[in-house]
């Protein structure tokens, strides 16, 4: 098997040796938010990792018809990063998040999930594997597929939608970092960059134009909406506008865009930075890709009306919703996410009152479950 995971071996995509592939096929959702999309339905790409993504995915497998998560694929952490160290693969553990996420609510659905994220606890080698990791992997050396292997796992766990990696090759994150005296460093490695302290000056993808799966451009191509964030900002998020052919996709598709802001900013990797900062950040990445609309929860977000402003300085029009699941967790609800995305399409933008005057919860450590169920990019 060679780095893409295997791709080698298939014959070339878009050869009419054989039929063209299909996922599981998914069901039109019980609510008519579909009809806000084109006569097949609403259909989203969701473009992140971890958490962040897995997130978005619980929330947006109710509003539409035909959904895509493409996921990040520089995972070097954990389960991970320990099969990438023995095998040439993609990292599978960002991909078995999302299709969890994706699992249909039934039964089946629900101990299926459970299994794939179940995670071995023993003193020997498979300690802390996770048992989807596996599965994935397994499937893709029989297959010999990347793709193959993921729809083939989508079709087993009932999931509402059709997880695909960002690229057909491993990839690497690199980061300059400058430290508070000045000092400029060097730090590669996804797992290494997310929990970094220091400023992030610079970042680069090894390799940087990796192969794009087929059905990820067409997928973007014939979206009603793509949605970018939330999840870690320069390992999950950043890095789908850093890839030629990807960004050129997501750029020139008539689908419109959506940035969804972390629940907390400052954390980790964006340690020191305030919400319309990295929101420069992401527009600087994006160049002249436009976008049409920026989610925040102001609940959270001290500064998301200053966020909001700063947006529309910049064409975005701001929607400023508690999509988390209160009580000053950083963590989403998938309800009130999803309520806030239906406002989106319909193009209802407004704004909630301010929260009541009082203390402010403190922040969620870095690598906390909170902080891991709002920002965190990778699952491992």
Not at 61 to 90: C, F, K, W
Not at 288 to 315: N, Y
Not at 357 to 377: C, I
Request: aromatic share 4%; glycine share 12%; proline share 8%.
């Amino acid at each position: 098997m060679n780095a893409a995971g295997s791709a080698g071996s298939r014959p070339a995509r878009g050869s009419t040796a054989s039929p063209p592939r299909r996922g599981h096929p998914r069901p039109r959702p019980s609510t008519p938010y579909a009809a806000l999309g084109t006569a097949r339905g609403l259909s989203v790409v969701a473009l992140g990792g971890g958490h962040g993504l897995a997130a978005n995915l619980r929330a947006l497998r109710h509003l539409a018809d035909e959904l895509t998560a493409v996921v990040t694929v520089a995972d070097n952490g954990g389960s991970s990063g320990r099969i990438r160290d023995e095998m040439p693969v993609l990292p599978p553990g960002d991909l078995r998040m999302a299709l969890a996420a994706l699992c249909e609510d039934s039964d089946w659905g629900a101990v299926w999930r459970d299994v794939v994220q179940h995670r071995f606890h023993t003193d020997g080698d498979l300690d802390g594997h996770a048992l989807g990791n596996l599965l994935i992997v397994s499937l893709w050396q029989i297959l010999g597929d990347p793709i193959a292997g993921l729809d083939k796992v989508g079709e087993l766990l009932g999931a509402r939608g059709r997880v695909l990696p960002m690229a057909l090759e491993p990839l690497d994150i690199e980061a300059v970092v400058r430290d508070a005296d000045g000092t400029r460093r060097t730090v590669r490695g996804q797992a290494e960059v997310a929990v970094e302290r220091g400023t992030v000056s610079s970042l680069r993808l090894l390799p940087d134009r990796p192969r794009v799966p087929q059905e990820v451009l067409e997928a973007i191509g014939g979206a009603d909406w793509i949605i970018i964030g939330p999840g870690s900002w320069y390992t999950s998020v950043i890095p789908h506008l850093m890839v030629p052919e990807l960004a050129a996709a997501i750029r020139t598709s008539p689908a419109r865009r959506c940035i969804t802001m972390n629940l907390s900013a400052g954390v980790g990797e964006t340690e020191g930075m305030g919400s319309s900062e990295l929101l420069d950040v992401l527009l600087e990445h994006a160049g002249t890709t436009r976008f049409d609309a920026l989610i925040a929860d102001p609940t959270l977000q001290s500064d998301s009306f200053e966020l909001a402003e700063h947006a529309a300085r910049r064409g975005i029009p701001t929607l400023l919703r508690q999509v988390s699941v209160g009580r000053g967790r950083p963590e989403h609800d998938p309800v009130r996410l999803a309520a806030a995305y239906r406002d989106v399409f319909d193009g209802a933008f407004g704004d909630v009152p301010e929260a009541e005057p009082g203390p402010r919860p403190p922040r969620a450590p870095a690598g906390s479950d909170g902080q891991k169920g709002a920002d965190d990019g990778s699952d491992r």
